[in-house]
């Protein structure tokens, strides 16, 4: 019975000891009391907006982190520790007022298609907070703020016309021009326009549509319900064009943004995620980025998606469209 004294006496000491030892600057984390008030950061944001953001993503993602007792605690402290390190490095809140509007509206619909997704806030994080998990309500809020700060504005029709004209020149242009191949490497495919239209997105956030095609090996694999994984063979194009509105309050194509490919290959692309990623830029389709490196900027857009094999959108079903025919 002695024994057992000394032993659990020793496990307590040792206990307290330990929580002497902590990740380097955790103390300089700015602590705040759950009752004190916390500084606005997002002046350009409605307060009621800004709550919902507070709660749920400024202890990671703005220099106001508010620890709770617990936190403090080894091990969590050093979990804890690497989810603000992390978190501030990927978006941090407290630099929101540096960023011009367009920036902001940016970074909000990235927030929104995060926690959409279910990435964020981490499920490990709002196991011990709670207070921390966003409904589907305050996600409503956030969908319906941001859609009201959109500029759905009406184009002049001649722009219309002429942007249709360079439309139809564009696609001629591409096919006969010479293009560069990207910095990792991917040659451009210039018939994708000739593959099937597979589904579309309306980037609300900086008004621009997507068109997004899809070669025979994804075709035949959405028609048979084999997409995830993807086969290898598949290849995507997703081509943008900034939106242009009629006087009908129609969306129509308007300048040619860009065009993305993702390349299914699980040996050649192994250290990517089994995708080859590659984009064009402009009408003059200059391959994009500075360095092979861009890559890790597409896998990172494709992260919350990784349980749908890093394709975010949902293809049509090719099968009712064809028996419509």
């Known amino acids: 019975m002695k024994k057992i004294k000394f032993l659990i006496l020793g496990l307590l000491v040792s206990f307290i000891l330990i929580q002497f030892i902590k990740p ?19 002046t350009s944001v409605p307060d009621s907006i800004e709550l919902i953001i507070k709660n749920s993503c400024y202890d990671c993602h703005s220099n106001q982190t508010n620890l709770q007792w617990f936190d403090k605690i080894i091990p969590i402290n050093f979990v804890v ?9 990927a978006l941090n ?26 990435e964020m806030p981490l499920p490990s994080y709002t196991l011990a907070h709670s207070k921390s998990k966003i409904t589907n309500k305050e996600l409503q809020q956030i969908k319906s703020y941001l859609l009201s700060i959109s500029e759905r504005k009406l184009t002049d029709s001649i722009q219309i016309v002429k942007n249709s004209i ?8 591409k096919i006969k021009q010479q293009v560069k191949p990207t910095l990792n490497g991917i040659e451009y495919i210039p018939d994708y326009q000739e593959w099937k239209a597979v589904s579309t997105t309306d980037r609300f956030d900086n008004r621009s549509m997507r068109v997004i095609y899809a070669n025979d090996v994804a075709v035949k694999a959405i028609e048979t319900g084999k997409i995830n994984p993807w086969p290898n063979g598949t290849v995507f194009a997703k ?13 129509r194509l308007g300048n040619f943004i860009q065009v993305e490919y993702m390349i299914k290959d699980t040996e050649k692309y192994a250290s990517t995620d089994s995708w080859g990623w590659a984009r064009w830029r402009g009408d003059e389709l200059k391959p994009y980025g ?11 857009c494709h992260k919350p998606v990784e349980k749908y094999d890093y394709v975010f959108t949902a293809p049509l079903n090719l099968n009712v469209l064809n028996s419509s025919k």
């Open 81 to 89: 520790d690497s989810h603000i390190k992390e978190g501030r490095k």
């Open 239 to 251: 081509a943008a064009w900034a939106q242009q509105i009629d006087n009908n309050e129609i969306i």
């Open 24 to 42: 380097d600057k955790f103390e300089t984390y700015t602590a705040i009391n759950e009752n004190s008030e916390y500084n606005k950061l997002l």
């Open 290 to 300: 500075s360095d092979a490196l861009f890559v890790n900027e597409c896998i990172t």
């Open 166 to 173: 360079e439309y139809y020149q564009l696609l001629d242009k």
């Open 93 to 118: 809140f407290s630099n929101f007022d540096s960023l011009n509007s367009k920036q902001v509206s940016a970074k909000l619909f990235y927030s929104l298609n995060k926690a959409l997704s279910g």
